[in-house]
Antibody
Framework: QLQLQESGSGLVKPSETLSLTCAVSGGSISSIAYTWNWIRQPPGKGLQWIGHTHHSGSTVYDPSFRSRVAISIDRSKNQFSLNLTSVTAADSAVYYC???????????????WGQGTLVTVSS | SYVLSQPPTVSVAPGQTAKITCGGNNIGGKSVHWYQQKPGQAPVVVVYDDSDRPSGIPERFSGSNFGNTATLTISRVEDGDEADYYCQVWDTTNDRVVFGGGTKLTVL
């Protein structure tokens, strides 16, 4: 059974870079069938997709993050990572790493999800 | 950009049927997926590709999608179904994932 586990700093200062890693176990991140996604949820609010990477290392980002986000994959460690630069308080959220599976028409659906990690942006 | 609209709240008595809608322009031409999120937990997919259920999800959960509205139907609602529910699609024009704002299902 595939499992995903986020790790990284839970407290980041404004203007600095948020860095998280997602360790994948129970399956290979090199599978061509899936995407590897980051999704966040500010406290008390809804879900927001940040972007994804493929086994090849190619990436797709939400336009609202494109100028300050990077998602990378490390097949040797079976993990992928998120870097978000120039953070503000608005970036405080629970960050989830999630596997994407191809939908019938277009895009992906998401399963499974990591447990999520809370990142707070504060000085 | 593509927008999905969900009612903020839906209330239903135990044993009754809950219908949660997700509105979007010609959403019937897209694949719609539904997630259940209980407090303090990560979301879990309950329906994908409009009407398919992952293994382990009860048959009480079903989905439909036509025209401008997709619907998640929960039959014989139980106390344990109380949660937030989110719909999700892919916005092909802008190459991005779109989530609805979420619906809080309250079991009376």
């Amino acid at each position: 059974q595939l499992q995903l586990q986020e790790s990284g700093s839970g407290l980041v200062k404004p203007s600095e870079t948020l860095s998280l890693t997602c360790a994948v176990s129970g399956g290979s991140i090199s599978s061509i069938a899936y995407t590897w996604n980051w999704i966040r949820q500010p406290p008390g609010k809804g879900l927001q997709w940040i972007g994804h990477t493929h086994h090849s290392g190619s990436t797709v980002y939400d336009p609202s993050f494109r100028s300050r986000v990077a998602i990378s994959i490390d097949r040797s460690k079976n993990q992928f990572s998120l870097n978000l630069t120039s953070v503000t308080a608005a970036d405080s959220a629970v960050y989830y790493c999630v596997r994407g599976q191809r939908a019938v028409f277009d895009g992906n659906w998401f399963d499974p999800w990591g447990q999520g990690t809370l990142v707070t942006v504060s000085s | 950009s593509y927008v999905l609209s969900q009612p903020p709240t839906v209330s239903v008595a135990p044993g009754q049927t809950a219908k949660i809608t997700c509105g979007g322009n010609n959403i019937g031409g897209k694949s719609v997926h539904w997630y259940q999120q209980k407090p303090g937990q990560a979301p879990v997919v309950v329906v994908y590709d409009d009407s398919d259920r992952p293994s382990g999800i009860p048959e009480r959960f079903s989905g439909s999608n036509f025209g401008n509205t997709a619907t998640l139907t929960i039959s014989r609602v139980e106390d344990g179904d109380e949660a937030d529910y989110y719909c999700q699609v892919w916005d092909t024009t802008n190459d991005r994932v779109v989530f609805g704002g979420g619906t809080k299902l309250t079991v009376l």
